[in-house]
């Protein structure tokens, strides 16, 4: 028997979407509700929801339960949208041209 590579997946040339743009562009319009208002029924800071909004922090697990609850989608597409997000970025700027790539064993 031969051995065989281990999976892999093809990394996409375009960054996948920070769920903070996700809130700004289409969520939070379509409820139309104040920005401090959505941050006080998440029960985090204006500046927070404003970070994320802006794409300078992730949504964490605990936020993603938040929206999940606030706005009747779940926690799991937050964290599957900043996992992706961050896994792109990982991907290209985590230098692992040290590190052997293992085959399956038979």
């Not at 979407?17 to 401090?36: C, F, N, Q, Y």
């Not at 993603?64 to 792109?88: E, I, P, T």
Request: with cysteine.
């Amino acid at each position: 028997m031969t051995s065989h590579p281990l999976p892999t997946s093809r990394a996409s040339k375009r960054c996948p979407t920070h769920p903070g743009a996700l809130l700004r562009e289409d969520i939070l319009p379509s409820v139309g509700r104040p920005k401090a208002e959505i941050a006080r029924l998440l029960g985090i800071s204006r500046q927070h929801l404003y970070d994320i909004l802006d794409e300078k922090k992730p949504v964490t697990p605990a936020v993603a339960v938040r929206l999940g609850k606030l706005f009747g989608n779940g926690a799991g597409l937050w964290v599957r949208m900043q996992a992706a997000h961050d896994l792109w970025h990982a991907e290209r700027d985590v230098d692992v041209s040290g590190i052997p790539a293992l085959t399956a064993a038979d």
